[in-house]
């Protein structure tokens, strides 16, 4: 499965080992995901994580992404690492997060932050809001419609996020919930597996071919040699009977850096 990459995402890292990014790994695994909003109209995301970065030893606490109209920015790794960090974006003496899913929100949560205000379009802030939200399921395999979590639930009475920002959308926490789900299940690509295990040149590896219905784009992945081809349906269909996929010429580009996010091949040794 492939996840839809709408949208770019912008490492701006805080300097480590400090109050706000301690350093310190998620452990065991990331579990759920809990929604914030900035809380202040005026701020971007640049903004925010601008002022963590300036004052990034005078306060314990931290999220892990900030979301506005133009850009999602990532502060604590979390998305685009295998390794996510600790933010400090939950209460440890509230106990809902134990209740709930079993463990302290800042030890396995991810933090999301909505920016809103009148400087920034809320229907685009909140299109990447979703979208990040459900590509964090997605990345750590956690069920969309149970691992969302909003901070007023988590700390009730003192919090009020995200429902105030999302207020300004003319949405609800329910409908948040809901949104995330459908864009999940849209942004989910399935591959269709081609039934046919070939030969590839002479050093007669089997590989599985995937087929990706959306960009009609079909990969050949060699495990071994970290390299996958991408064949356009055409050069595909073309290319059946010839010794099998000997006519290099015909292949669209040659990756060598390792495969595309998603693409699982399962290759059989000879
Ligand atoms: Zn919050």
């Not at 909003?37 to 701020?43: L, R, Y």
């Not at 400090?88 to 106990?95: A, D, L």
């Not at 010794?243 to 292949?251: A, M």
């Not at 990756?255 to 040794?269: F, P, Q, R």
Request: a negative charge.
């Amino acid at each position: 499965m492939n996840f839809k990459k709408k949208f770019e995402i912008t490492k701006k890292h805080l300097t480590s080992k400090t109050k706000r990014r301690p350093g310190l790994l998620i452990s065991p695994a990331v579990k759920f995901i809990v929604a914030h909003d900035t809380g202040n109209p005026k701020s971007t995301a640049k903004n925010n994580v601008d002022y963590y970065e300036r004052t990034n030893n005078e306060a314990q606490a931290s999220a892990h992404i900030f979301v506005d109209d133009k850009e999602i920015i990532e502060c604590i790794p979390s998305i685009t690492t295998d390794k996510p960090e600790k933010a400090w974006h939950v209460r440890y003496c509230v106990s809902w997060d134990n209740e709930l899913f079993g463990y302290e929100a800042n030890d396995v949560a991810i933090g999301v932050e909505y920016c809103f205000g009148p400087n920034i379009n809320a229907q685009e802030s909140y299109n990447r809001y979703i979208w990040t939200l459900s590509y964090l399921c997605y990345k750590y395999n956690i069920d969309p419609s149970k691992a969302i979590v909003g901070h007023s639930v988590l700390d009730p009475g003192r919090k009020f996020d995200p429902e105030n920002g999302l207020k300004e959308m003319g949405k609800s926490y329910q409908q948040l919930l809901i949104d995330v789900v459908k864009e999940y299940n849209e942004s989910i690509e399935k591959n269709q597996t081609i039934n046919a295990n070939i030969l590839i040149n002479n050093d007669f590896k089997i590989m599985k071919l995937i087929k990706n219905p959306t960009s009609n784009k079909i990969y050949a992945i060699d495990l071994k040699n970290k390299k996958h081809w991408i064949f356009n349906e055409e050069t595909f269909n073309t290319g059946m009977d010839m010794g099998l996929w000997g006519e290099w010429d015909n292949i669209e580009s040659v990756g060598d850096d390792g495969y595309e996010e998603g693409h699982t091949i399962i290759m059989a040794k000879q």
